[in-house]
């Protein structure tokens, strides 16, 4: 009776370092799937001023169709889609025009743009970052080849972080 009782205690030991073992293994296969990669300011900067570009050309489009067949543009009159249900990097944007109360960034890149056109200068895009956990995308909008407002992108890091690593 000792004998089997002694062999169903190791039988059941023994069931169990498998298990153990096959559950450390699946593990560390999940790990090594899941490598983790580096990413360095310059690389995330970069990737988003590339996602602030394509998120404000795409308002772009849909605001010049908006728009298209009138020939006078106001700011307030402009449906924007639903772009932050589509992408979870996106925490806000809006398109900012001269009637609009802006943050001190928006300000000052809004100020630049005016000292720009007085001067004919060429308008361009701007990343700034505006805390550790956000930047701020900025892009001059064109209605009929005149300035009329800039768009203002706001992006989350730890989402860019996210979609950068997958």
Partial sequence: MKNILFLLL??????????????????GNEL??????????AQLSTFAYEKGQQLTQILDQSTQKQFEQQTDFLCQNIAFEG????????????????SVKMDEKETQIWQ?????????????????????????????????????????VVLSKKELVKLYQN
Avoid: H
């Avoid at 190791?10 to 593990?27: G, I, Y």
């Avoid at 090594?32 to 300011?41: A, G, V």
């Avoid at 772009?83 to 001269?98: P, T």
């Avoid at 895009?125 to 701020?136: D, F, G, H, V």
């Fill in 32 to 41: 090594q799937n899941r490598k983790i990669k580096r990413i360095t300011e």
């Fill in 83 to 98: 772009l932050a249900q589509r992408y979870e990097f996106l925490i806000s944007y809006r398109l900012i025009c001269d």
């Fill in 112 to 152: 630049a743009y005016q000292q720009n056109l007085a001067n004919k200068q060429d308008l361009s895009e701007n990343l700034q970052k505006i805390s550790p956990e956000a930047y701020l995308f900025t892009r001059p909008f064109f209605f009929k080849k005149q300035f009329r407002g800039m768009w203002s």
């Fill in 10 to 27: 190791l039988f059941s030991l023994s069931c169990r370092q498998t298990m153990e073992k096959k559950e450390l293994e699946s593990v």
